[in-house]
């Protein structure tokens, strides 16, 4: 029998996709998964994707607050899928041999003030980021007890520039990010402006000027991963017409003095240097540039990157799937490492084509 993880919010969009992949982890055994507002519902019939999972056939989701629920449920690990504002308390619940994974947004920033411009409840702290590939990170993540896996926006964002920031390519002051998403990424709650009607053949921004609340998680770990201040990005969120997928355009202006000839290759060196080995990350050759069909249903990567020697900026494009790198897959990945399992046990970077 491999470790025993519960889900917390399992009737959302994440958690689904959670339970998807762990259907299939060679390595994790499920224990308790719980949805407030479904309780006492089939998880066959919130997720019907699921039904042909023998392991669920007749299973309900459990209350959030229920005895026996995840507090005290001898689970090895939890994985909380929850609204901002919900993980804290149920985190302060569960005890130090309970390792948590927490897909929210509750634990990702450092800055106080950064929180409370975003956030109406109190701030909770920080915990290790969970996005194995920036440097260092897999050493914390596999020595951690609890591990924030940053946003899906953030995640697409940071992997994208972090590389070329940190050889000191382009400048840190002056970064503009859009990112198109699919409408997952807003959750499962009924929403007017989510109506199919209203989505089919339309593309439309939102939460543009700073007010997205990823965007402090960007310059957070952008920040650290350069090793300097003053990282300031303008990030627009975009949504598109499918049901998952980001794809990110990220640009930023060209160090002075860098070799302008050569930037392009310059740029794709330090991609290539920082993922070299990477088993979810893909390079593409250059001229070809990612897809988010490419990536769906994956905890793939796949990124390109240009200069334009004429305005002095770099361009780097990143999609990867939001419900996976972005959120379920890369939770799992975050998993693995902290039980002492293979990275890659339960995940591809295969994406599911056409």
Known sequence: MGARVAVAGGSGYAGGELLRL?????DLQLGPVTADSNAGRPITEVHPQLAGVPSLAGRT??????????????????????????????????GPDVKVVDLGPDFR???PAAWARHYQDPYPGRWVTGLPELPGARERIAAAD???????YATAAIVALAPVLAAGLTEPDDIVIVAASGTSGAGRAPKPELLASEVMGA????????AHRHTPEIEQALGEAAQQAGVTVSFTPVLA??????LATCTARLAPGSARAAATA???????????GEPFFCLLPEGRWPSTAAVAGSNGVHLQ?????????ATVVAAIDNLGKGAAGQAIQNANLMLGLPETAGLTACGVAP
């Open 305 to 313: 990157a240009a200069a334009d020697t004429r305005t002095g900026r």
């Open 203 to 210: 593309v439309c921004a939102y939460q543009a000027g700073g």
């Open 61 to 94: 989701f459990d209350a959030a607050d229920a005895a026996g629920a995840l507090p005290g449920s001898g689970c090895d690990l939890a994985f909380l899928a929850l609204p901002a504002g919900q993980s804290a308390p149920l985190a302060g619940r569960l």
């Open 109 to 111: 920033l450092a800055d």
């Open 22 to 26: 762990l259907a299939g982890h060679p």
């Open 241 to 246: 017409p499918m049901p998952r997928g980001i």
């Open 266 to 276: 310059l740029v794709r060196e330090a991609l290539a240097e920082a993922y070299a």
């Open 146 to 152: 609890r591990v924030a896996v940053p946003g899906c």
